[in-house]
Nanobody
Framework: QVQLVESGGGLVQAGGSLRLSCEAS????????MGWYRQAPGKQRELVAD???????NYVDSVKGRFTISRDNAKNTVYLQMNSLKPEDTAVYYC?????????????????WGQGTQVTVSS
């Protein structure tokens, strides 16, 4: 199985910065894509940014130029550096990993989620 543990959320004023981290652990064979999603109250969960194991990145338009996603493959860890934060960035941020893992003699592939970390940006 695969477990994802996030850290780094909190309360920050508009214009400030936060850095989120997410470490994957367990019987991991490979993690192709790791990403960050967010869900604000009353809204659907949306992709914020993701990164492949080769380093290709993808961002939602609203965070381009402000957020940077990075990854340490050796540590199975993904980061999200968030700068110039706005009140509309307030949400629960979830880490996601598209992982291949093993259990006994079998391999499985699936999307795994972290428990979420709250990011609150005050105006």
């Amino acid at each position: 199985q695969v477990q994802l543990v996030e850290s780094g959320g909190g309360l920050v004023q508009a214009g400030g910065s936060l850095r989120l981290s997410c470490e994957a652990s367990g019987s991991i064979f490979r993690i192709r894509t790791m990403g960050w999603y967010r869900q604000a109250p009353g809204k659907q969960r949306e992709l914020v940014a993701d990164i492949t194991d080769s380093g290709s990145t993808n961002y939602v338009d609203s965070v381009k130029g402000r957020f940077t996603i990075s990854r340490d493959n050796a540590k199975n860890t993904v980061y999200l550096q968030m700068n110039s934060l706005k009140p509309e960035d307030t949400a629960v941020y979830y880490c996601n990993a598209d992982a291949t893992y093993y259990s006994g003699s079998s391999y499985y592939t699936g999307k795994k989620w972290g428990q979420g970390t709250q990011v609150t940006v005050s105006s």
